[in-house]
């Protein structure tokens, strides 16, 4: 896949399960006011995917908040096993530190077999952080101070996320994606 299919595979799953199923109700007012970077990493192995997320973090932590506030670096091949990619976790998490960005940009994790642990893996639970390919998403945590004040009772979010995953069920989650 190219770039551009890649990013439209990414924008299909926040419009239709991220923002349609509200399964994060900030994300709807960045989005729509384009302030979502997408960047592919083509690294050919960890290291490579490491200097992406070095430059990423650089980027965003320059950019103004009103231009660009969030990046998804969305990595199409690389880490396809889900341990793999949760092993990686710790190693992206450092490269934060090393740049001295810690509680200023944090990352969360999706990937296409994402699971919580303590789960199964068909558990529909596990879809609110399911991605078409694995995503590091660095957010500002300024940003989330935000969303969380404006938004009440934030702690629940997990749990209406499940209720409303089992609500849909899974032919309901695979009708999303049959849309025309």
Not at 22 to 41: D, E, G, I, Q
Not at 87 to 99: N, Q, S, T, Y
Not at 126 to 131: D, E, L, V
């Amino acid at each position: 896949m190219n770039d551009e299919a890649i990013i439209a595979a990414t924008r299909e799953w926040i419009e239709l399960a991220v923002i349609g199923l509200n399964l994060c109700p900030f994300a709807k007012a960045v989005y729509v006011r384009h302030r979502v970077r997408f960047v592919v990493s083509r690294a050919r192995h960890l290291d490579g995917l490491l200097e992406d997320l070095d430059r990423e973090l650089e980027f965003l932590a320059a950019a103004d908040p009103a231009v660009v506030e969030t990046t998804l670096l969305i990595h199409p091949t690389l880490l396809p096993d889900f341990l793999d990619f949760n092993a990686f976790l710790p190693r992206a998490e450092a490269v934060v530190e090393e740049h001295d960005l810690r509680g200023v940009i944090q990352i969360a994790s999706f990937h296409p077999a994402f699971q919580f642990a303590g789960t199964q893996p068909g558990d529909l639970g596990n879809f609110t952080n399911r991605a078409p390919f694995p995503t590091l998403h660095l957010l500002r945590e300024a940003s989330i101070d935000r969303a969380v004040a404006a938004f009440p009772e934030a702690e629940t979010i997990y749990e209406r996320n499940i209720e409303t995953l089992d609500a849909l069920g899974p032919a309901g989650w695979r009708g999303l994606w049959s849309q025309p």
